[in-house]
């Protein structure tokens, strides 16, 4: 099993890749629920979804991640 900062490591490098395909394989829950100002989105077509919307709203952007921190504190 991957800890936290494992899967989040992986998710940035695949989006940064332009994986997405093989982000929602490796990090992603069939049955997630993401909850956000343009709605509620589920499942991986739900990211498949919010990705088109960040591509529509953000064309040209590039994103760079300088800082990490995870807490795993509950």
């Known amino acids: 099993m991957r800890t936290t900062e494992q899967v989040l490591r ?3 490098d695949r989006r ?3 994986d997405l ?6 990090n992603y829950s069939d049955d997630l629920v993401v909850l956000a100002k343009d709605g509620v989105f589920r499942g991986k077509d739900g990211i498949r979804r919010t990705a ?3 591509g529509q709203n953000l064309p040209d952007a590039d994103f760079s991640y300088d800082l990490l921190r995870v807490n795993m504190e509950y």
Do not use: Q, S, V
């Open 10 to 12: 992986d998710h940035l």
């Open 16 to 18: 940064c890749r332009n």
């Open 21 to 26: 395909e093989g982000d929602l394989d490796a």
């Open 52 to 54: 088109e919307i960040l």
